[in-house]
């Protein structure tokens, strides 16, 4: 069973940063990859980024040169260094995990945390 636990968001200003976490994420079974999704008041949950056993790295173009995801393998951690933070970056962010093919579709991903709030304030 795979559960996903999401930490690290915050309220913070304008141009600040963030380093969201995700503790559970490990390659097993059909796991190929691990994202991150947002999802904003009264907007569609939308991918943030994307990292995958086998490559490549993806990026929302609203978040690329200012995101970082990254991993740690070894401590089945997942990461999310979000720098120049702004105020339509506020939404709940949510961990996921699965095949990842498209890497942008909420369905291509089979677990899901539960999410951490980020909100940004101008």
């Known amino acids: 069973q795979v559960t996903l636990v999401e930490s690290g968001g915050d309220s913070v200003q304008a141009g600040g940063s963030l380093n969201l976490s995700c503790t559970g994420a490990s390659y097993t079974g059909a796991t190929r990859c691990m994202a991150w999704f947002r999802q904003g008041p009264g907007k569609e949950r939308e991918a943030v980024a994307t990292?995958?056993?086998?490559?490549?790295?993806n990026y929302a173009d609203s978040v690329k040169g200012r995101f970082t995801v990254s991993q740690d393998n070894a401590k089945d951690t997942l990461f999310l260094q979000m720098n120049s933070l702004k105020p339509e970056d506020t939404a709940m962010y949510y961990c996921a995990s699965g095949y990842g093919r498209p890497w942008y579709l909420v369905y291509a991903y089979q677990h899901w945390g539960q999410g951490t709030q980020v909100t940004v304030s101008s």
């Open positions: 990292i995958c056993r086998e490559g490549p790295i």
